[in-house]
């Protein structure tokens, strides 16, 4: 079988700055690229405190998954990336409290710096239809 491959662009969430889409799909499968905390308007949250940069991060990846015809709870696997081991709890219950009741596999990676001095980057794959 040869289904294309679908582009994803959520409006609500900035294109991005490289050579990429948001997320692909193929099938029922959605691939969201990873996501920073940059918001609609295009401002970065970079400058603002580690929670708020989750919640916009979350946001839009998100968002990203419903424009997709996906949510949380067709969220297969969540990777993080974050800044200091530090921030691992407050990023754990922001994550709880954005995902409800919703539990997929999930991996966070400690990481020494993120891309423009984001402290959190997250990506994820999951279903459609």
Same mark, same amino acid.
């Given at each position: 079988?040869?289904?294309?491959?679908?582009?994803?662009?959520?409006?609500?969430? &900035?294109?991005?700055? *490289?050579?990429?889409a948001? +997320?692909?799909?193929?099938? %029922? @499968?959605?691939?969201?690229?990873?996501? @920073? *905390? &940059?918001?609609? %308007?295009?401002?970065?949250?970079? =400058?603002?405190?580690?929670?708020?940069?989750v919640?916009? +991060? #979350?946001?839009?990846? @998100?968002?990203i #998954?419903? !424009?997709?015809?996906?949510?949380? =709870?067709?969220? #297969?696997?969540?990777?993080?990336?974050?800044?200091?081991? !530090?921030?691992?709890?407050?990023?754990?219950?922001?994550?709880?409290?954005?995902?409800? !009741?919703?539990?997929?596999?999930?991996?966070?990676?400690?990481?020494?710096?993120?891309?423009?001095?984001?402290?959190? !980057?997250? %990506?994820?794959? /999951?279903?459609? /239809?």
């Open positions: 079988m040869n289904d294309p491959i679908a582009r994803i662009s959520a409006a609500v969430v &900035p294109e991005p700055a *490289g050579h990429y948001q +997320a692909t799909a193929w099938r %029922d @499968l959605v691939f969201v690229s990873g996501q @920073l *905390g &940059p918001r609609s %308007d295009g401002s970065h949250t970079a =400058d603002q405190p580690f929670e708020v940069q919640r916009q +991060a #979350l946001t839009n990846l @998100l968002a #998954l419903a !424009e997709a015809g996906s949510g949380p =709870d067709r969220v #297969l696997r969540v990777t993080a990336y974050i800044v200091g081991v !530090e921030n691992w709890p407050a990023f754990n219950r922001i994550y709880a409290e954005m995902f409800g !009741e919703a539990k997929p596999a999930r991996t966070v990676v400690p990481v020494p710096e993120l891309h423009h001095g984001y402290l959190v !980057e997250v %990506d994820a794959i /999951g279903t459609r /239809g």
